[in-house]
């Protein structure tokens, strides 16, 4: 049996106990050093008044996204700042598929870029992150 690498296994570890990622539906795509690769499909309970996906949606992607990719190195992240730019508007049975770069990386500082787009290729929304970089290892 071929074992995983780093990044696969911390997603792994994190998938197992975020309840919400897993409400959201996620599929993972792609684990690698710096980059994750998530992919959903928006449900009617996830629409506001408007019919349309509600903004947290997104955002909740891409921040799952954020999240992952920032972890893949094996030092554990939490984000500190995040924004988001919606662009078009995401409609029920929509898929998503969000895509986190990382754009800088420091000691204890990571900057990350998700670009999150629908099934037809368009840009949905922009993503920014800035994570904190504890001294904590995953034990994975």
Request: glycine share 10%; net charge positive.
């Amino acid at each position: 049996m071929i074992e995983k690498k780093l990044p696969a296994r911390i997603t792994d570890a994190m998938m197992q106990k975020d309840y919400f990622s897993q409400w959201l539906g996620i599929e993972r795509v792609e684990d690698g050093p710096g980059r994750c690769v998530l992919k959903m499909t928006v449900r009617k309970e996830m629409l506001n008044g408007f019919g349309i996906a509600h903004g947290g949606i997104t955002y909740s992607l891409a921040d799952s996204a954020l999240a992952f990719a920032s972890n893949s190195h094996g030092r554990m992240a939490v984000s500190v700042e995040t924004s988001i730019s919606h662009t078009q508007k995401v409609k029920e049975g929509d898929v998503l598929t969000a895509v986190a770069e990382e754009e800088n990386l420091s000691h204890k500082i990571g900057n990350y870029r998700v670009t999150v787009k629908n099934q037809d290729g368009k840009v949905v929304a922009l993503f920014k992150g800035i994570v904190y970089r504890s001294g904590k290892e995953w034990q994975v």
